[in-house]
């Protein structure tokens, strides 16, 4: 077998997904975007497996699919937009969604459940996670937008209970006029 068609097409998936995964990565996960400009990277560290994504439109959608026979104990998404007006993870029975206030100068997150945006979530929900803004210099930030940094969330367990085989992750920046 000629293994130079195998190297193309490897090569080639690699770009449509627009997935890099970290050094000390195993490519557990298949992972498809909407966009071609959008990037996931995968690093799995001691305690957790990081998802890193990357979306210059800011506007998009991303499919984590397992590989393996579980997901990891510990998943974090690593967002690197500008601000995060819409998020939202669904493992096609249970959607999480959430919001990160732009329009002063302190956070406030909106997390709720499926279509139920009147009634947000509170630390006491399995559902529950926490949004961190970390800026460009690694520090906390305060304000959005963002320059050059991300929103970070570590999924609540509760998302992979029956331990589904996707996930779909879809994220708004800003809204557009």
Request: hydrophobic share 35%.
């Amino acid at each position: 077998m000629n293994p130079i068609p195998l190297l193309v097409a490897s090569a080639f998936l690699g770009i449509t997904c627009g997935v890099t995964l970290g050094e000390d990565s195993s490519p557990d996960f298949e992972i498809t975007t909407q966009r071609k400009t959008d990037n996931v990277e995968v690093e799995v560290e001691k305690d957790k497996t990081v998802f890193t994504v990357s979306s210059p439109f800011g506007i998009s959608q991303s499919v984590i699919k397992r590989i393996e026979e579980k997901w990891p104990d510990a998943v974090v998404l690593r967002l690197r937009l500008d601000g995060l007006e819409s998020f939202r993870v669904s493992n096609g029975k249970v959607t999480i969604n959430a919001a990160v206030s732009s329009n002063d100068n302190k956070q406030r997150v909106r997390v709720w459940k499926n279509s139920q945006e009147g009634s947000p979530l509170d630390s006491g929900s399995p559902y529950w996670m926490e949004i961190g803004m970390i800026g460009g210099d690694g520090q906390k930030a305060q304000r959005i937008p963002l320059k050059k940094g991300y929103f970070e969330m570590q999924l609540p367990k509760a998302i992979f209970d029956g331990n589904p085989k996707s996930l779909t992750v879809n994220w708004i920046d800003f809204y557009r006029n």
